[in-house]
């Protein structure tokens, strides 16, 4: 069965540090990985995916994620975090359907 | 070209009642899916369907139907509404060949079952 954990419910930053946001999966075979962002009563956008290829990918609005093979995680990353990028942060894998398994999601605050 | 439109935003129904809530999309996508989204516990997906006439179960279907009689349409039909059913429900949608898990949602639709 596919699953993805992400083990911090709150992550909290100052406004032009870098910021990570931890993902792991597991999953058979070769995951497809992606981050989604939610703003407050909107749905959800998407941000970036993993597929093949280079291990680190970059997304909208400056964001990248960095795939390791090794350690089962796609953490989500940016150099310099913005009061705008406050937000919750799904991690989701796939085995290539377009059935998206979300993890629990990951509460953002970039502090001024 | 307004995406992936969701009716209504916010309901409270009694328990027992029945509903359904809307979804539709301008987008021509072949793919559309209904997720539910709790506190704590990320979107578990309800159904789906890969095109007209085709739907089938995902993750927790139980209580639920789904109908897709025309591409741009996927309505969710909750029966005999239970307190269980409190969520946000999100409705999305995405291609079917190119970039099928990128997936366009809806703004969601906040149901209560008092």
């Known amino acids: 069965a596919q699953s993805v954990a992400q083990p911090e419910d709150q992550v909290n930053v100052a406004e032009g540090n870098p910021l990570t946001v931890k993902c792991t999966y597991s999953?058979?075979?070769?995951?497809?990985l992606f981050w989604y962002v939610q703003y407050p009563n909107r749905g959800l956008q998407f941000l970036l995916k993993y597929i093949t290829g280079d291990n680190l990918v970059k997304g909208s609005y400056g964001f990248e994620a960095e795939f390791n093979k090794s350690q089962t995680s796609f953490h989500l990353k940016k150099p310099s975090a913005l009061v705008s990028d406050s937000a919750l942060y799904f991690c989701?894998?796939?085995?290539?359907?377009?059935?998206?398994?979300f993890g629990q999601g990951t509460t953002l605050q970039v502090k001024p | 070209n307004a995406g992936v439109t969701q009716t209504p935003k916010f309901r409270i129904l009694k328990i027992g009642q029945s509903m359904t809530l809307q979804c539709t999309q301008d987008m021509n996508h072949n793919y559309m899916y209904w997720y539910r989204q709790d506190p704590g516990m990320g979107l578990k997906l309800i159904y789906y369907?890969?095109?007209?006439?085709?739907?089938d179960k995902g993750e927790v279907p139980n209580g639920y139907n789904v109908s897709r009689s025309t591409t741009e349409d996927f309505p969710l039909r909750l029966e005999l509404a239970a307190p269980s059913q409190t969520s946000v429900y999100f409705c999305a949608s995405s291609y079917r060949d190119r970039d099928n898990e990128k997936l366009f949602f809806g703004s969601g639709t906040q149901l209560s079952v008092l």
């Open positions: 369907s890969v095109g007209a006439g085709i739907t």
């Open positions: 989701a894998v796939t085995r290539g359907t377009g059935k998206l398994i």
């Open positions: 999953v058979s075979g070769n995951p497809y």
